[in-house]
């Protein structure tokens, strides 16, 4: 099969690589998209030493079963595969699992490839009146899903009176904002600096969106998601959450500074640190799109598979105005 293969530092190869090859109770997936992650620009800029070249990444992923009981099914893909008998999996906190692995770090190869190996439990039939590009999505909004409802456990106020903040505008921030809506808390903001990207979250997504300026003054909130993760970022959140208030932090842009841990002890602020979801999370998440209390899950841009390198360069350029790429195999 053909694949995008990350082979070094600012680097990747579209090629031909050995097929999948599945285990017992795995079935065989025909990709149909897999979307650019930020975990994927890191692993292509070599800040990721959990993702050595040569490797495929790309673990947002949509496609059709070829094998098994589910062949002819249209899937999204839970790319978190954990052991399911740990304390942290029985206890329903299975994203926690000491032996979890993930597609696009080993030992398992990711989505930017014609075909992907994946256990059956962690596949979620899409319906008629969902797309291939729409199912694509659900695992980049699962991180938000799962940020927000960890978030609204901890939090002291009327989550409907609740005033939320949410840090980067892309497609993990962007998914954050619809699941506060989904999740009952309505007075929602977005910061986002790329004017260009605003511009579309406003005019696409019907988000309120500020600009770093503007957040600077808008007050203080209840909730604040982080979905950068830098130290401006978190000094943004730090300053703004109100006392008392919850900060929910997914990003992984950096892990240096940021926090003033002064002021969040003095004011009792609350910070979460959140990895990506549950399976339970997981399908909420995806019955949330199905239902349609995600929106219209139209903010995507589809390329092909072999120009993933150019899609890439156009990312880290800050020359993408979406907040999602979706890779689709040429073949």
């Avoid at 927000?148 to 901890?154: D, F, G, H, I, T």
């Avoid at 993990?172 to 929602?188: E, N, P, W, Y």
Wanted: charged share 20%.
């Amino acid at each position: 099969m053909k694949a995008l293969v990350y082979t070094g530092p600012e680097t990747q190869a579209y090629r031909e690589v050995a097929d999948p090859n599945p285990s017992a109770n795995d079935a065989l997936i025909k990709v149909a998209h897999t979307g650019i992650c930020g975990s994927d620009m890191h692993a292509f800029l070599g800040h990721d030493e959990r993702r050595p070249a040569p490797l495929i990444l790309g673990h947002e992923v949509a496609g059709t079963v070829v094998s098994g009981p589910l062949e002819g099914k249209r899937v999204t893909v839970n790319p978190l595969v954990t052991c399911g008998t740990c304390e942290a999996c029985r206890s329903g906190r299975d994203n926690l699992c000491p032996d979890r692995q993930i597609i696009s770090m080993p030992p398992r190869e990711g989505g930017f490839a014609d075909y992907l190996a994946m256990p059956e439990g962690n596949l979620v039939v899409v319906p008629d009146n969902i797309t291939d590009a729409q199912a694509a999505l659900a695992e980049p909004i699962a991180c938000g899903w799962h940020a927000v409802r960890l978030a609204k456990r901890a939090l002291m106020s009327d989550p409907a009176e609740a005033r939320a903040l949410v840090i980067g505008g892309g497609a993990i921030g962007l998914g954050a904002a619809l699941s506060l809506k989904a999740q009952g808390i309505q007075h929602v903001r977005l910061v986002e600096p790329n004017q260009e990207r605003a511009q579309f979250l406003k005019s696409s997504c019907g988000i309120e969106v500020l600009t770093p300026d503007q957040a600077e003054t808008s007050g203080q909130y209840d909730l604040i998601v982080d979905g950068v993760g830098y130290a401006a970022t978190r000094a943004t959140a730090t300053k703004l959450a109100k006392p008392g208030g919850v900060i929910s932090h997914i990003g992984l842009g950096s892990s240096d500074g940021g926090l003033d841990i002064r002021r969040m002890t003095l004011q009792e602020i609350t910070f979460i640190g959140t990895y990506t979801y549950t399976a339970e999370d997981f399908r909420e998440t995806a019955k949330a799109m199905f239902d349609g209390r995600l929106g219209a899950l139209d903010w995507t841009e589809i390329r092909p598979l072999s120009d993933g390198l150019k899609a890439f360069n156009d990312l880290r350029k800050g020359a993408v105005a979406v907040p999602k790429i979706l890779l689709t195999p040429d073949t």
